[in-house]
């Protein structure tokens, strides 16, 4: 009889030790679990906050009794493995709630380490203030709850959210949606860091119009406490009033009490083979404690996202109980989404940050299909980006709208993880009627455009280059010559200094002005959505000019401008 040690009972431990079981009905199969909850719907908890999900049994998805019942498992809440001695194959057990105080040794013959990451904790004077709290366990919800909710005696009215990555705008939305006045300051230059600049632009939009105020490239200083509410200070000298704070400033791999056993780590995550296998004998590992491989770049670093801890918790088992028919557990690509008001960001794959550290060449590539036909009710506009290599492959992509974002990221990460070449998204054949989509997807457009561009049908052109050419203009050299094909309405309604405005209807006819202002220099063409500029470009481009289109237009270069 196999002795299965689980360490965490959420999402990788739970996987582990239900799939452990429906594998073997003989193996002697215990959880130890520090919190007194297992198998809980920690990605539920913002939605608790706010009030979506009205239960709190909701979110508890399982008990050590039903677990006991259904899997035959022996759960022990309240308890924490504090050590591993790999050489006696036992784990040291400390008990943190109920009668016992005394710690144990327990016998293993397989371990699986799935102890998730703890909320990282600033260094900041104040931060020990009762006002500030975390959201990553169902106690630490229980007690947001208690603070916001229409129940509450003297409910919460002005908050600080610091951070702004998925956990601080899922908590920054849920305490909007409750009347409070949040705040939400975020150290990096644009909300959600792991979002290009040009796609956290909306959602910061999103965010103001739900009432939130957002601080970005600041951070908080210090937390003076006070009678009514603390004062947050940030490094701009910003003082930000709040009843309640909610810290959410990133996790580390919760592996401290791991250190002394020998077990290999790097920055505090656990190194893992493709099984999951520690450096320790029998001791597997998954989840947020682990150190992951970037499907894309490479890249290793761990990737807190449940899918991948849940799946890999259930390879493991597959590995200890049936290891001839394991398969390897995947590189991961970070598909992830949000909800923000009405917007919804989702991403798979590699950023631009990612690919600049891993010193890969791309093109990125800016779209903003309609997520349906647009001649039916509601269409609304999905921001897309994605980066190709010059082989074409897709790197990455990442989208932003009200609609339809998720089906279309999703393809995308389906795309990557089979390798497809981003030419071949163009034949992909969808289901549509004009409710749904259109008869070319966003994502058969992003093969157009790739191929297009791969094949210089589509010469583009980024907003740095202004950025650039501002530093030429102040040098004395040219500044760039554009052309805005927009309509004379458009073009009053703003545009770019100096660009010659001719709508791209009349490109053909007043061909030969164009191209006599141009003098030979190559003519950066831009539109709304970077559609009338390809157009424009195809037209000149013929007429034997160098034209250029700005990439997703002015609508996705509006914060550069
Ligand atoms: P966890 O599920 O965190 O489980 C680890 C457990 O181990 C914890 O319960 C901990 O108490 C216990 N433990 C730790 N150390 C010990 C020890 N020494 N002894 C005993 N027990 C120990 N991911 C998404 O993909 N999508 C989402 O929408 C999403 N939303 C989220 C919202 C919130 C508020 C939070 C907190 C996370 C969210 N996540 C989301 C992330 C996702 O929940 C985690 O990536 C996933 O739960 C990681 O699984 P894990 O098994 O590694 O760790």
Known sequence: IVKLVIVGGVAAGMSAAARARRLNEQADI??????????????GLPYYVGGVITFEDDLLLHTPESLRAALNLDVRTGHEVT?????????????????????????????????????????????????????????????LHALVSDEAADPVRTAVVLGAGFIGLEATEALAARGIDVHLVELVDHVLPPLEAELAYPLKKELERIGVRVHTGVAAEEIVPGEACDLVHLTNGDKLPAELIIASVGVRPATEQFASSGLATERGAIIVDEHGRTNLPDVYAAGDAVLSVDAVTGLKRPVPLAGPANRAGRLIADHIFTPEQARPIP??????????????????????????????????????????AGYFPGASRISLVAHIDQQGQL??????????????????????????????????????SPPYGSAKDPVNFLGMVAQNVMSEKLKLWHPTLLEETTANIDSGTDSPFLLD??????????????????????????????????NGNTIYVYCASGVRSYLATRILTQAGADARSLSGGFTTATDYF
């Open 30 to 43: 215990t959880v130890f679990e520090r919190g007194d909850y297992v198998s809980y719907a920690n990605c």
């Open 83 to 143: 050590g591993i001695d790999a050489e006696n194959k036992t784990v040291t057990v400390q008990p943190v709630t109920g009668p016992e105080t005394e710690p144990f040794t327990v016998p293993y013959d397989k371990l699986i380490l799935s102890p998730g990451a703890d909320p990282i904790r600033l260094p900041l004077p104040g931060f020990d203030s009762d006002r500030v709290h975390e959201l990553r366990t169902v106690p630490d919800a229980q007690q």
């Open 331 to 372: 590189t991961v690509q970070a598909t992830a989404i949000v909800r923000v008001g009405k917007l919804t960001a989702a991403m798979t794959g590699a950023n631009r940050a990612s690919l600049d550290e891993a010193g890969i060449d791309y093109q990125t590539l800016h779209l903003q299909p309609l997520n349906h």
């Open 395 to 432: 790197l990455g992509a990442q989208a932003v709208g009200e609609s339809g974002v998720d089906k279309r990221i999703d393809v995308l990460a389906t795309a990557i993880a089979a390798k497809m070449p981003v030419t071949d998204l163009i034949d992909l054949d969808f289901s549509y």
């Open 485 to 518: 094909v927009r309509s004379q309405a458009e073009y009053n309604s703003g545009h770019l200094y100096g660009a010659m405005l001719v709508p791209h209807t009349q490109i053909r006819e007043r061909l030969e002005d164009i191209l006599e202002a141009t």
